[in-house]
Structures are given as structure tokens and as C-alpha cells.
């Protein structure tokens, strides 16, 4: 037996390899290609800090952002039939739903909350492109319902963040069917005279696009944001002519008057109670805002210090 080979050699070795980084503390932009430390890109909202391109955030922690002191309540959503049409492609449906559920930590594509923006109470829902491409099923069709119906019930206004690839095909003509009913719960808004604001955030499609997405009140949209019914590859496969640039993005869309705001993720927030309370006739909302003091009876107060004379007679 070596001594030296087989037991101080990988002794020395230990001691002075590289220690592996984790995969997740790093990532890249996929628009300017930077190499974001995960900390630094999370306390800026998924944005990078380099090039301002908006990645995508989950809804809780979009909410956590939102909300004043990240607090929120979640709005229960009725559970809809696992698996209505028995699908399979390469695999069987509920298989599909319990890895999207592993992977992204949320029951379906789908968040609603309620809770306050600068002391303004609203309902929001949020939608999760990762999971399942954030696609419309009958679960996303009972949480715009749920939302709609918490809205109304406590009198507040809802505030929608779309994100999704169209209709879950796995569902068949019952997604389809979720078109017409979130139409109903932006009427239910419309009929109890509540705002209802869309954020529309890369990328939101297909039959998303053409329901509850473009019905708010006010349409705001993130920078460079992809939002369109079909795709623009798809459209030139078509018409077999060549796009203008910047096609279906969020600037585009405004410049063509089919969007009222493009707004930076960071001032979302400040921009949403602005438009929220101009539309609810309430006062601007006073940043800062702190509790009144609370009075303190005159017979618990505090005895007022001696003075000179008082001490000098003593």
C-alpha cells in the first residue's frame, strides 16, 4: 500500500479543490445576456439592472412587492374535475398538473389576494406562466370568478396581472368555455361600478387575450411585453409579408392606441393606487402614511420635571 498515493495525496486535494457554486445563485438575461447574482436581481423585481429587460416574476412574489408589508389574503377558489376528458399526449394530464405543481409550488396557474396598496384596499389575481404556460383552464375560470365575487362582495376594485399562452388544450372546448365566464366576471365589476385594471406582462396570448385581458377599465402593460391573439411568426407564415418592427410588443400596441399605459415593474405600484383612487374619487393616497398617536389620559400622564426653584426649596 502507498501511503502517500492513497491516503495524503486526496488529503491535500480535499483541502484545496473548489468548492461547487449552486446553479440557482446565478442567472442570465436572456435579452442582453448579463450574469445576474440572484439577490441583487430579486430586490429589483426580476428586472436587470443592466438592460431593464422584465423576466418573469411568480404571483406571490409579485404580491409580496405589491402589498404594503408584503401582506396579503388568499381568496379560496372552488376546485374544478381533475381531469374531464381522461386526456393524454406524451403524458396523462394529472401527471402534467403535479409536475407544474412540484415545479412552480402553486396548486394551478392562477393567484388571488386581497389585501392594501398604500392603505387602498383591492382584490388582485395574478397569473403564473410557468406554470403550464400560465394556460386558461377551468381553475383560471373559477379564480376570476372568485376574485370578481370578493371584489363585489367588500366593494373594492380588481386589479388582474395577465400572463399566459392561450387555452389549456388539455381541457379541450371546457377551456374554451372559460372565455365567455371570465367575460361575466368583468360585467359583475361593470354592474357593481368597481374599476377593473388589466396589467398585461410577457407574454399574454391567444384566448386570454381575447376575454378578460383586454376588457379593464385601464390597460397598463411591462415594457416590451408580448400581447396578441396569434403570434406574430404565425401571422407572417400567413400573410407571407414581413412585420413592422416591434410587432404586437407592449410600444407598438400603444402607440396604436390599444393600450393606455406601458409601465416600469418598479412603479407599478405607485402608478396603480394613482389610477385607482382617481377612479374610486378618493384623495391621493399620502405616501409615508403613519397611525394617528394614540391620547394618553391626563390622570395616567407622566408628572412634569422639577424645576430649579422646586429643587432649591428642597
Request: hydrophobic residues 45%.
Amino acid at each position: 500500500m502507498n501511503w502517500i498515493s492513497n491516503y495524503v495525496r486526496p488529503k491535500i486535494n480535499s483541502l484545496f479543490s473548489r468548492r461547487e457554486t449552486p446553479d440557482n445563485l446565478w442567472t442570465k438575461c436572456p435579452e442582453c445576456g448579463t450574469m445576474l447574482f440572484h439577490r441583487e436581481l430579486a430586490e429589483n423585481l426580476n428586472v436587470c439592472t443592466t438592460c431593464d429587460h422584465h423576466m418573469a416574476i411568480s404571483p406571490r412574489d409579485r404580491f409580496t412587492a405589491l402589498f404594503d408589508g408584503g401582506i396579503f389574503t388568499e381568496v379560496k377558489v372552488p376546485e374544478p374535475l381533475g381531469d374531464p376528458l381522461q386526456f393524454r399526449d406524451q403524458k396523462k394530464y394529472p401527471e402534467r398538473l403535479k409536475a407544474a405543481q412540484k415545479a412552480t409550488g402553486e396548486k394551478e396557474a392562477m393567484l388571488v389576494a386581497e389585501g392594501e396598496i398604500l392603505r387602498t384596499p383591492v382584490v388582485a389575481i395574478a397569473q403564473d406562466f410557468a406554470f403550464m404556460a400560465g394556460s386558461m383552464g377551468m381553475y383560471v375560470g373559477n379564480a376570476m370568478i372568485a376574485g370578481a365575487q370578493a371584489a363585489v362582495k367588500h366593494k373594492r376594485p380588481l386589479i388582474v396581472f395577465s400572463a399566459a399562452g392561450g387555452a389549456r388544450m388539455q381541457e379541450g372546448i371546457l377551456s374554451l368555455m372559460q372565455m365567455p365566464r371570465t367575460t361575466v366576471a368583468v360585467q359583475m365589476m361593470r354592474e357593481a361600478r368597481l374599476p377593473y385594471v388589466v396589467v398585461l406582462t410577457h407574454p399574454t396570448t391567444g384566448g386570454v387575450t381575447a376575454s378578460y385581458a383586454m376588457l379593464g377599465d385601464v390597460q397598463i402593460a411591462e415594457p416590451n411585453a408580448l400581447i396578441c391573439f396569434a403570434g406574430p411568426r404565425v401571422i407572417e407564415q400567413t400573410i407571407r409579408e414581413k412585420l413592422p418592427e416591434g410587432f404586437q410588443r407592449a410600444e407598438y400596441l400603444l402607440d396604436h392606441g390599444m393600450l393606455d399605459r406601458v409601465t416600469h415593474r418598479k412603479a407599478l405600484r405607485e402608478e396603480l393606487v394613482t389610477i385607482l383612487r382617481m377612479l374610486l374619487a378618493l384623495p391621493p393616497a399620502v405616501k409615508g402614511d403613519l397611525p394617528a398617536p394614540v391620547e394618553v389620559p391626563a390622570s395616567v400622564a407622566a408628572p412634569a420635571a422639577p424645576t430649579a426653584a422646586s429643587s432649591a426649596k428642597k
